[in-house]
Structures are given as structure tokens and as C-alpha cells.
């Protein structure tokens, strides 16, 4: 285990993470290389009474990665990725990212559902759901995982599956990091190919409600292989679907995506799925400033449309749509403790910039742009929280959810020691107060 502190080479790079508004300087950095480096790790920063932060792909817009003046536990080094084609399993270390568990599956036509950034981490999409391109035909991240690796609080190291510690293993399929820090991850793959096409049309805002209208109406009987997205920017509107697999089949659906009307501009582009897992990566872009609120719906009312249309001014956030239903709805509700598999649409209003001049006025367009969607929302997902606190924790999980979760939490983390993250609070009265 290499440990980085202030001044050392490389301490900087290691503390940085994709949201450039987190500035924060851990005591120490635990680059682990493997379980035990995990467990040394957890071990010494309850001996210190340090706040534990866990990294991976620092994707986080809280950047609960990074603990001001405690450990970060940086799984970075524990990258590897390991595929059975004949098994269909993959075997995933937790400091993986999804571009490294995309390519060495991709090698052998197999794929499961993951995140639509390459640089985002493994473990954080998978234990908060993990929405991807797949999900509508394979079920979300969480409902792929077959078996999780665990270093918790007390420094023990357990596998949870469907056999071994099922109240941990039902947690963490959309619990969040609260558990413990998972350092290997057994996904089941799914034989997809090795093709993808995207589908994109654009519209200026003024009259897009129409639009976005028929968007809507469309994708409630696409195909599973359909995923439809859509985004609102300033000034325009796209609307579009992405289709993993024989690209001629996905182009069936273009006459009755063209025929909501004319567009700007159009874009239609095959590819190969790796190109399409990469191509909104912004690996560049990490110094930028970014913040972001989100909603589910679990349906997309002609209100709410005309809320999303509406001009909301130069900061606006761009806004995202993507839709949900097929695979994710399949799985009974109490079988993980992801929720809301009913949503219809995700939302996500986004901002970046680089001027710190620029903050305050940024999170407030955001603020306010979700704030006028709120009254059509039905819950939020886990991984698009920021900065809500326990009220954002209610949204993400239902009362029954939520105190089945605080049950596992005080059998496997009684003391809150893992909650650097969206905290779901143990019972006991010694707990760490965040």
C-alpha cells in the first residue's frame, strides 16, 4: 500500500476528482492495491478516528471521495477486470472503471448493463443502480451482480450473494457505499454483439413541446433495445434513442421518430458499442465546476413538458431525459433496495463552468430549473443526489425501503463509519452525526 500525504508527489493528482468545485485535502491517501491494503486501511483510519472517504472513479458531484483532513481510500490501483466467456462472468476489482469492464467483455461479443461514461468508477454506479444503455433489455447494474467482495467497518472481509449474508447483498444493489467498501464485484454477461446506433434530432426550443410530446409517446412502445434520451439545452431540443445491436433494426424506428417533425439538424451514426460507452466521455473536462439536481418521473405529464421548454434564462442547465421501463421494471420491487422501478423518465438538470465567480448563480439555476419539475417527480435516483441530505435520501428509497436498509446498516456499520456518502443513518446512539 502506497500512502500519499500533502506535499508528496502525486497527492494532488490522486485527491483531484471529476467535479472541480472539490477542493479538499485528505490527511492521508491509502493507494490499496489489494484486500488487505483495504483492510489495513479501514483498520487505521478508525485507529486515527479519521472520516473515511472512498475513491474509485471520483464521479461523485458531492465528491464524498474526498475527506478534509481524513483517509481517502483509493482503489484506483485495483483496476483489473477478469472475463469467463464460457461462464458469462466477469470478475470486477473495485477500483475499476466501466471502460475497462466494457472492453475486456466486448472481446467475446458480451456486455452488461454500465454507466454511459467509460471513466465513471464500477462501484459507485453499481451500488447506487446503475442506469446504462443495456438496463432496458437486462436490468439495471445491480440486478447483474451475482456476488460482492466486502471489507467492513470492523475490518472483516465477507462475500454477499444470494446464499451468504442476503440482507447485505439485498442492500447493496442500490444501497450506496454505506455498507462497507466492495473490492470485487461477479456481474453476469449478457451476449449483445459487438454494434450500436444513435439517434438524434434537433429542434429549436420555441415550439419543441410538440416534439418532445410525441418523443414521449414513442417510447412507451419501443423496443427494449431502445433506449429513448432526450436533452434541453438554452436554445434547442434533441430528441433520439439509443439502439444496442443490428444497427438495420434500429433504424425501424427513424420514420416514426422523423415524422414528429422537421428538424435543425439530424444525426444518425452506427457504431460499435464501445465507441458508443465513450462517446460522452469527458476525460478533459475534469477541472471543470459542475452540479447537478434530478427527479424521477413515473410519467412525463403535458405540464411538465411545458415546464422543460420553457426560457429560463443564460444559466439555464442543460437537461437530460432518459427512459426507464422494460428489464428495470421486471424485477419485483422488494428484491433490492433500488426503488422506484416503476419511473417512466430520469431527469437530471446539469451545469458546468469554470469560473468560481460563476457558483453560486450556477447551483441557484439548477436549483431552480428541478424546483419547477418537482410537483411532477415521484422520487429521485440515489446517484444523482448532491447535496440534499437525509430529505434527498427520502426521495431516493421508500419508507420500507429505508428502514430495512438502517436494519442492515446497524447489523454491518452500527457506528457510521462509512458515511461519506448518501447515509443511510444506523440506530445506535454512538453513530457519527453528519
Known amino acids: 500500500m502506497e500512502i500519499l500525504q500533502p506535499g508528496q508527489a502525486g497527492y494532488d493528482a490522486a485527491r483531484r476528482v471529476w467535479n472541480g468545485m472539490i477542493d479538499r485535502r485528505p490527511r492521508?491517501?491509502?493507494?490499496?492495491?489489494?484486500?488487505?491494503?483495504?483492510?489495513?486501511?479501514?483498520?487505521?483510519?478508525?485507529?486515527?478516528?479519521?472520516?473515511?472517504?472512498?475513491?474509485?472513479?471520483?464521479?461523485?458531484i458531492a465528491g464524498h471521495a474526498v475527506p478534509d483532513d481524513g483517509l481517502m481510500i483509493d482503489l484506483t490501483p485495483m483496476g483489473a477486470v477478469q472475463v469467463d466467456p464460457a461462464r458469462?462472468?466477469?470478475?470486477?476489482?473495485?477500483?475499476?472503471?466501466?471502460?475497462?469492464?466494457?472492453?475486456?467483455?466486448?472481446?467475446?461479443?458480451?456486455?452488461?448493463?454500465?454507466?454511459?461514461?467509460?471513466?465513471?468508477?464500477?462501484?459507485?454506479?453499481?451500488?447506487?443502480?446503475?442506469?446504462?444503455?443495456?438496463?432496458?433489455?437486462?436490468?439495471?447494474?445491480?440486478?447483474?451482480?451475482?456476488?460482492?467482495?466486502?471489507?467492513?467497518?470492523?475490518?472483516?472481509?465477507?462475500?454477499?450473494?444470494?446464499?451468504?449474508?442476503?440482507?447485505?447483498?439485498?442492500?447493496?444493489?442500490?444501497?450506496?457505499?454505506?455498507?462497507?467498501?466492495?473490492?470485487?464485484?461477479?456481474?453476469?454477461?449478457?451476449?449483445v454483439g459487438t454494434q450500436a446506433l444513435r439517434a438524434e434530432l434537433t429542434y429549436p426550443l420555441d415550439g419543441a413541446a410538440d416534439v418532445l410530446r410525441g418523443w414521449r409517446d414513442l417510447s412507451a412502445s419501443a423496443p427494449r433495445a431502445a433506449t429513448f434520451e432526450a436533452y434541453i439545452g438554452a436554445d434547442a431540443v434533441t430528441v433520439g434513442y439509443v439502439w444496442v445491436g443490428d444497427p438495420d433494426r434500429g433504424r425501424r424506428l427513424l420514420p416514426s421518430l422523423r415524422a414528429l417533425g422537421r428538424p435543425a439538424e439530424s444525426s444518425v451514426?452506427?457504431?460499435?458499442?464501445?465507441?458508443?460507452?465513450?462517446?460522452?466521455?469527458?476525460?478533459?473536462?475534469?477541472?471543470?465546476?459542475?452540479?447537478?439536481?434530478?427527479?424521477?418521473?413515473?410519467?412525463?405529464?403535458?405540464?411538465?413538458?411545458?415546464?422543460?421548454?420553457?426560457?429560463?434564462?443564460?444559466?439555464?442547465?442543460?437537461?437530460?431525459?432518459?427512459?426507464?421501463?422494460?428489464?428495470?421494471?421486471?424485477?419485483?420491487?422488494?428484491?433490492?433496495?433500488?426503488a422506484h422501478r416503476g419511473t417512466r423518465f430520469e431527469y437530471v438538470a446539469a451545469s458546468r463552468w469554470s469560473d468560481p465567480d460563476e457558483d453560486e448563480a450556477r447551483m441557484t439555476a439548477a436549483r431552480q430549473a428541478a424546483a419547477r419539475l418537482e410537483p411532477f417527480a415521484a422520487g429521485a435516483y440515489?446517484?444523482?443526489?448532491?447535496?440534499?441530505?437525509?430529505?434527498?435520501?427520502?426521495?431516493?428509497?421508500?419508507?420500507?425501503?429505508?428502514a430495512r436498509l438502517t436494519a442492515v446498516k446497524d447489523t454491518y456499520d452500527p457506528g457510521n463509519v462509512f458515511h461519506l456518502n448518501q447515509n443511510i443513518r444506523p440506530t445506535s446512539a454512538a453513530a457519527i452525526t453528519v
Open 269 to 338: 451514426e452506427a457504431m460499435s458499442y464501445l465507441d458508443l460507452q465513450r462517446v460522452d466521455d469527458s476525460v478533459q473536462d475534469h477541472s471543470y465546476r459542475r452540479y447537478w439536481k434530478g427527479h424521477y418521473f413515473r410519467t412525463l405529464y403535458d405540464e411538465a413538458i411545458a415546464e422543460l421548454v420553457a426560457d429560463q434564462g443564460p444559466l439555464h442547465p442543460n437537461v437530460s431525459l432518459q427512459a426507464y421501463g422494460g428489464a428495470i421494471a421486471d424485477v419485483p420491487d422488494d428484491a433490492a433496495a433500488f
Open 382 to 402: 440515489v446517484n444523482a443526489l448532491g447535496d440534499e441530505g437525509a430529505a434527498g435520501v427520502g426521495r431516493a428509497y421508500s419508507p420500507a425501503k429505508l
Open 88 to 191: 458469462r462472468r466477469a470478475v470486477v476489482q473495485g477500483g475499476a472503471l466501466l471502460g475497462a469492464l466494457d472492453r475486456e467483455a466486448q472481446r467475446y461479443g458480451l456486455a452488461t448493463t454500465a454507466g454511459n461514461v467509460s471513466h465513471t468508477g464500477v462501484g459507485g454506479l453499481t451500488l447506487g443502480g446503475g442506469m446504462g444503455w443495456l438496463a432496458r433489455q437486462h436490468g439495471l447494474a445491480c440486478d447483474n451482480v451475482e456476488s460482492y467482495q466486502v471489507v467492513t467497518a470492523d475490518g472483516s472481509v465477507v462475500r454477499a450473494s444470494a446464499d451468504e449474508h442476503p440482507d447485505l447483498y439485498w442492500a447493496l444493489r442500490g444501497g450506496g457505499g454505506n455498507f462497507g467498501i466492495v473490492t470485487s464485484f461477479e456481474f453476469r454477461l449478457h451476449r
Open 28 to 60: 492521508m491517501i491509502a493507494r490499496c492495491a489489494n484486500v488487505a491494503d483495504v483492510v489495513e486501511a479501514v483498520r487505521t483510519a478508525r485507529e486515527l478516528d479519521l472520516e473515511i472517504g472512498v475513491r474509485c472513479g471520483g464521479h461523485s
